[in-house]
């Protein structure tokens, strides 16, 4: 069973149903509680001399764990050799992180019992724009041929979906200003409604990250249909009435069969 809920400084609003959506806010202080610990030894010194973030300047870098695949539910990650995060979990996100930019980034993903960079099982090379924003879901599975294919024939593999020019606020303290992406690996092609208002997002595929979205800080029944409009998959209340002037990454997070 699947999980829509948003997450915000100012309030969490959860519900349950077949298909996922899942909301993470984009603000530093997003899960500042649970993720202090893990941090506390996280220096930017310990990856890169003090040298080569003058040189190369710096990136802000939030990483999303939304890969639904059971073997991949808690995870280490690694960066350029180093333990970055230790047992990041499934539907967890980190604070921006401060990363150097205009040089490789090895990220590495290992499981949760790793002890070094050597049990790493998946490696992604990035390289960040200085003074950029990005957002980084870790998705898919770690063997497509034990799941379900994607109806649309995308490549369900583990990878890392990313996406810059991550905005901090929205332009207006009335608005909430979000991106969608769609993580369901086994899900077709979807619209989200807002019933009543507008579609807010239209045939959008297994890995399609919308542009951002803008909507009044209220009250909506989301209703998620196949891309012809209709029928209605699954619908949801999301009540963004106190989430004026901030920002957030949706999520299509899960299986739509969990079989």
Known sequence: MSQFYTK???????????????GV??????IKKNMKKLFKNL??????????????????????????????????????GVRALDDFKFRSATPFLTLPSGIVLNIGVA?????????????????????????????????????AVNPNGNSTAFTLFIKDNIRS???NLTDVEFIVVHGASDAPTVDVIARGVA????????SNI??????????????????????????????LSGLGGG???ILASGFLTPS
């Open 8 to 22: 915000s400084k100012k309030k969490n609003i959860s519900f349950q149903n077949n298909l996922a959506l899942k």
């Open 25 to 30: 806010c984009c603000m530093n202080q997003l």
């Open 43 to 80: 220096l930017i010194t310990s990856l890169f001399s003090l040298s080569a973030l003058t040189t190369y300047g710096q990136a802000n870098l939030q990483i999303i764990h939304n890969s639904a695949d059971p073997g991949a539910n808690t995870v280490d990650i690694y960066v350029n």
């Open 111 to 147: 499981p949760g019992s790793s002890t070094s960079a050597a049990d790493t099982i998946k490696n992604f090379s990035v390289t960040l724009t200085a003074g950029q924003r990005y957002v980084a879901v870790a998705n898919g599975v770690l063997n497509p041929s034990n799941f």
């Open 169 to 171: 606020t929205a332009t």
């Open 199 to 206: 579609t807010l997002v239209n045939d959008a595929a297994y």
């Open 210 to 239: 919308t542009p951002y979205i803008t909507v009044p800080a209220a009250r909506y029944v989301l209703d998620v249909t196949a891309a012809a409009g209709t029928p209605t998959v699954a619908s949801y209340i999301a009540d």
């Open 247 to 249: 920002t957030a990454v």
